[in-house]
């Protein structure tokens, strides 16, 4: 009910246009035959009427008919014109009739030309005017001297009956054979259109046009009407529009666009908002089966039904423009588009629609997720202006999260936080912030002693999306200090020591180093005669703090002992051997005599009891011969020592003490060291060199 009610409404409101209807048949006109097949008058006033019985041209006041000019009757499929003003007549089974613009005509047929088949169903004409014809077996091209047969032995055409033929605006051309697909043929490939890969059904095409905006528009048999822009396809049928009936028998268009469709159950106007029907109950159309429908230039409306031909003028309504634009761009970014009459297309902002009828009309805009879309806009189109119309979108609240991580670990001990754009609350590693509203925030990091802090990082935060960040704190070096205290107050007058880290400078009980690097680090002794170092220690320097350490000698029960003999001591000879120092006594040797002669040599015996490996003991002499008093001017050769437990001698048999030259310089010692341990002594012998006792 309520399609019937907008059909009578739009028909209704071209009562009051100044439209006229002229009805011709075989009995008010010379007309040769009242059922009419095809329609051609493009770019002219004149129209030329194809019939199942021959053909009539009519410009408005005068007829003249195929018999005028001695072309026989025939069935005619098709009439169309090429760019030398030739007319093509297609026929049903009697082959092609070439009409010269004298009048002069030739008959093409399969026994005197490269036709393929006598039944010509369609004919087109490319931009080079080569003329095409679709017959019953297979496609033909004709370039006024030669025949290019297309089938589907040669080529890639599924079928040899074709229904329709037309080319596009980009010299494409398009084919309808007798079944349910399309096929376009670009000069080279072939393409191939059906239901799978459209999703619109196609039942035998029997025409196909092109529109003024380079549209294809296809009329099927129980399909509907098939509209291919470029890029999307569309269909129009009774289920979807008010279009009268599934089987579309013919197209044309007027020049601002209006679609006047034929169709076996009456006629229908669209001009992309409304749809006007007209049939034999509410106008003057001579039958509801419309099998053909063209325009003149002039637009009057030609129709050819199976009753007769009627001539509608007068059509033409007043049109107007219009332009909207949409605010802001990130709506229009976001997807923003408008629609007129909450019908057909959607455009973005700067569209102008042209040729829409005058009147009220409304301007309706789509949704987009996160945008308060503007209402809907009543708007008036006046004859020959353009309207302007224009609606804002309001952004709604759009919020994401924001991820935080710091590092190293060590650092967010150390009191590492983040802070989103330098207020509020300070957040540790690992935190997510929820609700941020979108944009771009500054994560910032604070300060830490001991550390420099990450540079604040910029982060753009979407809808709906996490957005991370991450911070890397670096150490700033850092100091503690080492203190060391040794025990009994004996060990530290028998010269005991420590040091740090086994190497630099050894110090005394009481000392205090600064600017230890934080870490671990081992404080160790020194050996010193008759005592027991204590074992190495392992200390921990933390940052600006004091590390304590301690350590404790015991002295050793069983001293060690020096003896020596072949010596004279205080003016005195002692030809055996004679204890002169013990670790017990903490005497201090006084100056002998020594003598090198090989057969009384000085010989030197230690008893080892420091703790130290006996084989590391060794002798050394010492003297001031180049003038330092710590030279090292002589040595016991090492074939010369005798180990035995803790027991090692040797005897002095150096010859550099038997040049009486260096006698004056002479100011020498004998030295008992650790040699494997940068040599610290253990007992130091002054003596004067004698050649011999």
Not at 129 to 136: H, S
Not at 238 to 256: A, K, R
């Amino acid at each position: 009910m309520a399609s019937f009610i907008c059909y009578l409404l739009v028909a209704l409101s071209f009562s009051g246009n100044a439209q006229t209807w002229a009805v011709y048949n075989t009995t008010n006109s010379p007309l040769v035959n009242d059922f009419i097949t095809r329609l051609f008058c493009k770019n002219q006033s004149d129209v030329w009427v194809s019939t199942t019985t021959g053909f009539s041209n009519f410009d408005g006041s005068n007829w003249f008919n195929n018999s005028n000019l001695g072309i026989p009757t025939y069935s005619i499929n098709e009439i169309k014109r090429d760019y030398n003003n030739n007319f093509w007549i297609g026929t049903w089974w009697y082959g092609v009739v070439k009409k010269y613009p004298n009048n002069n005509w030739v008959t093409f047929t399969t026994s005197n030309s490269g036709l393929p088949n006598d039944l010509v169903r369609c004919i087109t004409v490319d931009s080079f005017n080569n003329v095409w014809f679709g017959t019953g077996d297979g496609l033909a091209k004709f370039d006024g001297a030669n025949w290019t047969i297309y089938n589907t032995s040669n080529s890639g055409l599924q079928n040899n009956d074709i229904m329709a033929i037309q080319f596009d605006s980009n010299g494409n051309l398009w084919i309808a054979p007798n079944g349910t697909s399309l096929t376009m043929f670009n000069g080279s490939n072939w393409f191939y259109y059906n239901t799978s890969n459209i999703g619109i059904s196609l039942n035998r095409v029997r025409e196909i046009q092109i529109d003024n905006q380079n549209n294809l528009w296809f009329c099927s048999d129980s399909s509907g009407l098939t509209k291919f822009d470029g890029s999307i396809w569309s269909n129009f049928n009774p289920s979807n529009s008010p279009i009268p009936s599934g089987t579309i028998l013919s197209v044309s268009f007027e020049s601002n666009g209006n679609k006047w469709i034929g169709t076996a159950n009456g006629l229908a106007k669209y001009d992309n908002f409304n749809w006007t029907i007209y049939n034999t109950t509410n106008s003057s159309l001579p039958d509801n089966q419309v099998n053909a429908v063209a325009v003149n230039i002039s637009d009057d409306i030609y129709i050819g039904t199976i009753n007769g031909l009627a001539k509608l003028s007068g059509t033409a309504a007043n049109y107007g423009s219009l332009h909207v634009s949409i605010y802001p761009s990130a709506a229009n970014s976001a997807g923003a588009l408008w629609q007129l009459d909450g019908a057909g297309n959607w455009y973005s902002s700067g569209t102008t629609l042209n040729n829409i009828p005058v009147g009220n009309h409304t301007v309706n805009f789509n949704s987009i997720a996160g945008w308060t879309s503007p209402s809907n806009q009543l708007i008036n189109i006046t004859n020959g202006n353009t309207s302007n119309a224009s609606g804002t979108y309001v952004q709604s609240p759009q919020y994401g999260s924001v991820y935080v991580s710091i590092s190293p670990s060590a650092a967010n001990s150390a009191g590492a936080l983040w802070q989103l754009d330098g207020a509020g609350n300070w957040y540790s590693s690992g935190t997510t912030l929820n609700n941020i509203p979108v944009g771009n925030h500054t994560v910032n990091f604070n300060s830490i002693a001991g550390w420099t802090s990450p540079s604040n990082q910029l982060i753009n935060v979407t809808n709906g999306n996490t957005s991370n960040a991450s911070g890397t704190y670096v150490q700033s070096p850092q100091y503690g200090s080492v203190y060391v205290s040794i025990s009994p107050s004996a060990a530290n007058s028998a010269g005991a020591l420590w040091q740090l880290d086994g190497a630099g400078n050894w110090y005394s009980s009481g000392t205090t180093l600064n600017n230890i690097p934080v870490g671990n680090h081992t404080v160790n002794f020194n050996s010193i005669a008759g005592w027991t170092s204590p074992s190495n220690q392992l200390i921990n320097v933390t940052n600006g703090n004091t590390s304590n350490a301690s350590g404790t000698y015991v002295q050793i029960s069983n001293p060690s002992s020096v003896t020596i003999s072949n010596v004279i001591h205080n003016n005195s000879t002692f030809p055996l051997p004679r204890i002169l120092w013990s670790g017990t006594t903490n005497q201090t040797a006084s100056t002998i005599k020594i003598c090198a002669d090989a057969s009384k040599a000085t010989e030197i015996t230690f008893v080892n009891n420091t703790g130290i490996p006996t084989t590391n003991i060794r002798f050394w002499i010492g003297s001031d011969t180049l003038g330092v008093n710590s030279d090292v001017s002589g040595y016991f050769v090492f074939t010369h020592y005798q180990f035995n437990g803790t027991t090692v001698s040797a005897k002095l048999t150096h010859p550099k003490y038997l040049q009486s030259s260096f006698a004056p310089f002479r100011a020498d010692n004998i030295r008992i060291v650790d040699y494997t341990n940068s040599y610290p002594s253990i007992f130091t012998i002054p003596f004067k060199f004698l050649e011999h006792l």
